[in-house]
Nanobody, 126 residues
Framework: QVQLVESGGGLGQAGDSLRLSCVAS????????MGWFRQAPGKEREFVAA????????YYADAVKGRFTISRDNAKNTVYLQMERLKPEDTARYYCAGPRSPYGIAFMQSADYHYWGQGTQVTVSS
């Protein structure tokens, strides 16, 4: 059973930084691409960032490009989302996600992912 557990969310002000973590268990983490999504109240879930299984490729939504950085530490079975210069529009619940198949390179749609964490809330005030 694959489990993904996010942490690191919280309350911050515009311009603050936060680092989200997602710890994976239940399979060979190093063989899988990973992604981050977010969902604000009343809005659909949107793609934030993704990283390939070998960390050679990363992808970002335009809204976060240049401010957020996705990375992974395979020794810790963990994927991170470093968020810099936070904006109120970044307020959302952030979810870690993993696909079914290994060796993935590019996954940027919700339908590409099968495993999801419980989410961690990020709230950014003006």
């Amino acid at each position: 059973q694959v489990q993904l557990v996010e942490s690191g969310g919280g309350l911050g002000q515009a311009g603050d930084s936060l680092r989200l973590s997602c710890v994976a268990s239940g399979r060979s983490f190093s063989l899988y691409a990973m992604g981050w999504f977010r969902q604000a109240p009343g809005k659909e879930r949107e793609f934030v960032a993704a990283i390939s299984w070998n960390a050679r490729s990363t992808y970002y939504a335009d809204a976060v490009k240049g401010r957020f950085t996705i990375s992974r530490d395979n020794a810790k079975n963990t994927v991170y989302l470093q968020m810099e210069r936070l904006k109120p529009e970044d307020t959302a619940r952030y979810y870690c996600a993993g696909p079914r198949s290994p060796y993935g390179i590019a996954f940027m749609q919700s339908a590409d992912y099968h495993y999801w964490g419980q989410g961690t809330q990020v709230t950014v005030s003006s």
